[in-house]
Each structure stands twice: as C-alpha cells, then as structure tokens.
T-cell receptor, first 113, second 114 residues
C-alpha cells in the first residue's frame, strides 16, 4: 500500500466547508483513495472512496487531482458532530485480497462553534 | 447492515495471563484485521487474514498471534499479557471484491493489563 501524508490537525468553523488534504504521491494505478473517520471512542467509519474521478455522497465529496498524487475530502457544511480523526488511505481495490489495510495517524478535525 | 462484533467492550487481565479477543462478522467477508490504537500513534495493524487458516503479519505482530478457523471469526491472542499491551483493540472486516469496497469496524475492546 502507498503511504499517505496528512496534517495532524485542522480547525474549521461550524457551518463552513471543511477541506481535508491528503498527499499520496506514490499511489499506483490500481490503488483507490479511501477516507474514514473515527469519532471518539468508536470504531472508524467509512466515508467515501474513489479511483480517479471526483466522487460525492451524502456525507462528503472527494476531489482527486488529475495526476492522482493528492486528494481533498470536503465536508460541505461542517457541524460539531464532524469533530473526529479523519484517515486517508490508499489500497488496491481489486480482488486478490492478500494485502493489509494500513492507517496512518490521520487529521484531527475540530469544528469550532 | 454489516455487523462486526467484538466479544468484550472492556477487559481487565493480569500480567502473564493468556488473553483471547474475539471478533465475529456476519457478511461473509474474506478479509479480517486486528489493530491496536494508542494515543498519538494512530491505528496500527497487528495481523490480518485473507481466508480461513491464512494469516499475515501487520506492522506490530510481536507478542500476538491470531486464529482464523472459520470465515466469520478472527481471534487475537496475547500469549502472555504484558502491561505494554494495554490498549484499545479494533477488529475490521472487508469484502475482497473487485472495484473497491469499504471496511467495517467493530466498536473496540479496551484492554487493561495490570
């Protein structure tokens, strides 16, 4: 799995868009970008993933640069409940499955009232 | 709804005891993972399994072993618990399908070794 780099922490005002960056400059062509978040005392929760196109779901948007070396997770209207640690990971999404699922330290996003 | 269930939410064990942490998933997932989480260190992969009876070491396997006798169950074993194994332990499962899928996590077991 390719390594990712994220800022250790970020602040965002409630109601504003939270933009969380992730660098994955060694990503391979068959690796997906996944985002998870972990709210205090809970297991991580899947948010979104993508290969090369931008993706949107009810929770967030994922913007992947054209060269795929970085991505941004966007929470469009952050609420206090979005305060969590956000993990960006890259992983081969296809079958074959004998690969680990490695998380880094993530970004601690703090939503300020 | 996918369920990943860890047998205990909180556990207190004595140094030297053999400890079993159990994880069960109900979605027929091939891949299962064990992590520990400590303040400032993030989620660290201990072991994972991609099929019954198959296991692979993660980043920090020392002091741990695992067992996958049935597809739905993945056990983490501390052969002789030590105080530095006091931690939050998280189990996850993943469908080994084409196209990218999400991992599902249990709620975690907070283990204290005294």
């Amino acid at each position: 799995d390719a390594k990712t780099t994220q800022p250790p922490s970020m602040d965002c005002a409630e109601g504003r868009a939270a933009n969380l960056p992730c660098n994955h400059s060694t990503i391979s062509g068959n690796e997906y970008v996944y985002w998870y978040r972990q709210i205090h005392s809970q297991g991580p929760q899947y948010i979104i993933h993508g290969l090369k196109n931008n993706e949107t779901n009810e929770m967030a948007s994922l913007i992947i640069t054209e060269d795929r070396k970085s991505s941004t997770l966007i929470l469009p209207h952050a609420t206090l409940r979005d305060t969590a640690v956000y993990y960006c990971i890259v992983r081969v999404g296809s079958g074959g499955g004998a690969d680990g699922l490695t998380f880094g330290k993530g970004t601690h996003l703090i939503i300020q009232p | 709804d996918v369920k990943v269930t860890q047998s205990s939410r909180y556990l207190v064990k004595r140094t030297g005891e053999k400890v079993f942490l159990e994880c069960v998933q109900d979605m027929d997932h091939e891949n299962m993972f064990w992590y520990r989480q400590d303040p400032g260190l993030g989620l660290r992969l201990i072991y994972f399994s991609y099929d019954v009876k198959m296991k692979e070491k993660g980043d920090i396997p020392e002091g741990y072993s695992v067992s996958r006798e049935k597809k739905e169950r993945f056990s983490l074993i501390l052969e002789s618990a030590s105080t530095n194994q006091t931690s939050m332990y998280l189990c996850a499962s993943l469908n080994r399908a084409l196209g990218g899928t999400e991992a599902f996590f249990g709620q975690g077991t907070r283990l204290t070794v005294v």
